[in-house]
């Protein structure tokens, strides 16, 4: 099986960079992907292609900036990298609030000089870990409020990233078994 998951950096918040779901998954049609279904308006899309991750990203990015006028950073993993973060993740556990919970994806894996950087910021009382290409988060308080936020990473990894909270990545998970 080839599912893949693709997530979309910021669009549809605050009103800004609007793009409907039907006409997100109708590019995808037109881009020959199969299986396609979306999840949420913050930018999740399922569908099987047998195209490697990295060709998918420039075409979904190159695809919505010619529609929608645009530049929206992609992110594409299959199915299987998805299941294989649960399994990651330090922070999460049979005793774990998921709400707490969140995992920010890398568009690359950072160079080893800004890792080292990263890794000395003390961030207390959340916490976080990078393994490769992901960023797990542990948050005290709200995601809105922690510095650990996309921003963050970007700026001092010098890679694209975005976010999904706990329970978008166990429901997009659900969704590729479907």
């Not at 020959?32 to 990295?54: A, D, H, M, P, R």
């Not at 995601?143 to 978008?168: C, P, S």
């Amino acid at each position: 099986m080839n599912t893949k998951i693709a997530i979309l950096r910021g669009i549809n918040v605050g009103g800004k960079r609007k793009i409907l779901m039907a006409d997100l998954k109708a590019l995808c049609e037109e881009l020959g992907l199969e299986q396609i279904k979306t999840y949420i308006q913050s930018g999740n899309v399922i569908f099987n292609s047998k195209k490697e991750n990295t060709e998918l990203e420039d075409l979904l990015e190159n695809a919505i900036t010619e529609k929608f006028g645009f530049i929206v950073p992609v992110i594409v993993r299959n199915s299987s990298e998805f299941e294989t973060s649960i399994s990651k993740n330090p922070f999460f556990n049979k005793n774990a609030d998921i709400n707490q919970l969140h995992l920010t994806f890398l568009k690359e894996k950072p160079k080893n000089e800004y890792l080292e950087k990263v890794l000395s910021y003390h961030s207390d009382p959340d916490k976080f870990k990078i393994d490769e290409k992901e960023v797990f988060i542990f948050c005290e308080g709200k995601y809105h409020e922690t510095k650990l936020n996309n921003n963050f990473f970007e700026k001092k990894l010098k890679v694209g990233a975005t976010t999904r909270n706990w329970k978008t990545i166990l429901k997009l998970i659900e969704l590729s078994k479907n």
